[in-house]
């Protein structure tokens, strides 16, 4: 009973910005890390950025610089700021939150739905 929703996806130019946002909610005691992980077609899932909930981040090399992972334990929600966007960077985003439930103090893996991140040249 844990639901990732996401926004803020869509089509840009080469060189422009977007700002994925994605709230948790649901039977949530605390959330561990938060990332974002992306798919281009015939390829593997990979780890864009993730952060703890200290706010300790991390990055893939192909985003460094680039990409800036945020959170607002408040809200239950993990942001991407995306700028100096490549059409390499064109994929099916998709928010991940690491969870422990209220009943148990084992961690569970979520996933939201997946948006759509389309570059131009």
């Known amino acids: 009973q844990v639901q990732l929703v996401e926004s803020g996806g869509g089509l840009v130019q080469a060189g422009g910005s977007l700002r994925l946002s994605c709230a948790a909610s649901?039977?949530?005691?605390?959330?561990?890390?938060m990332g974002w992980y992306r798919q281009a077609p015939g390829k593997q899932r990979e780890l864009v950025a993730a952060i703890t909930s200290g706010g300790s981040a991390n990055y893939a090399d192909s985003v460094k610089e680039r990409f800036t992972i945020s959170r607002d334990n408040a809200k239950n929600t993990v942001y991407l700021q995306m700028d100096s966007l490549k059409p390499e960077d064109t994929g099916v985003y998709y928010c991940?939150?690491?969870?422990?439930?209220?009943?148990?103090?084992?961690?569970?893996?979520?996933w939201g739905q997946g948006t759509q991140v389309t570059v131009s040249s």
């Open positions: 649901g039977s949530i005691f605390s959330i561990n890390t």
């Open positions: 991940n939150a690491r969870v422990r439930r209220p009943t148990t103090p084992r961690q569970y893996d979520y």
